[in-house]
Nanobody, 118 residues
Framework: EVNVVESGGGLVQAGGSLRLSCEVN????????LGWFRQAPGKEREGVSC????????YYTDSVKGRFTISRDGARTAVYLQMNGLKPEDTAVYYC???????????WGQGTQVTVSS
């Protein structure tokens, strides 16, 4: 069984910072990609950033480039999202997803709320 656990959400004023953490527990067989997604009220879930645990390839959606930084800890199968310069439009529930590319399986966390006040 694979468990994905996020932490670090909260309430912050516009311009502030938060750091999200995600740790994956369990046995993963193949090549792993860890990613952050978010879903705002009334909107579809969107990809924010992801990182390959092996080669470190990184992706950011355009709206967070230059403000958010993703990093990984291979020893713990963990990923972090440092969010700076937060804007009210960043308000959403942030989800961590672990993807095992070789077995084509996705594992989602429960989500953590990020609220940015103006």
């Amino acid at each position: 069984e694979v468990n994905v656990v996020e932490s670090g959400g909260g309430l912050v004023q516009a311009g502030g910072s938060l750091r999200l953490s995600c740790e994956v527990n369990g046995f993963l067989l193949g090549r792993i990609v860890l990613g952050w997604f978010r879903q705002a009220p009334g909107k579809e879930r969107e990809g924010v950033s992801c990182i390959s645990m092996s080669g470190g390839s990184i992706y950011y959606t355009d709206s967070v480039k230059g403000r958010f930084t993703i990093s990984r800890d291979g020893a713990r199968t963990a990923v972090y999202l440092q969010m700076n310069g937060l804007k009210p439009e960043d308000t959403a529930v942030y989800y961590c997803r672990a993807t095992d590319l070789d077995v084509r399986a996705d594992y989602w966390g429960q989500g953590t709320q990020v609220t940015v006040s103006s």
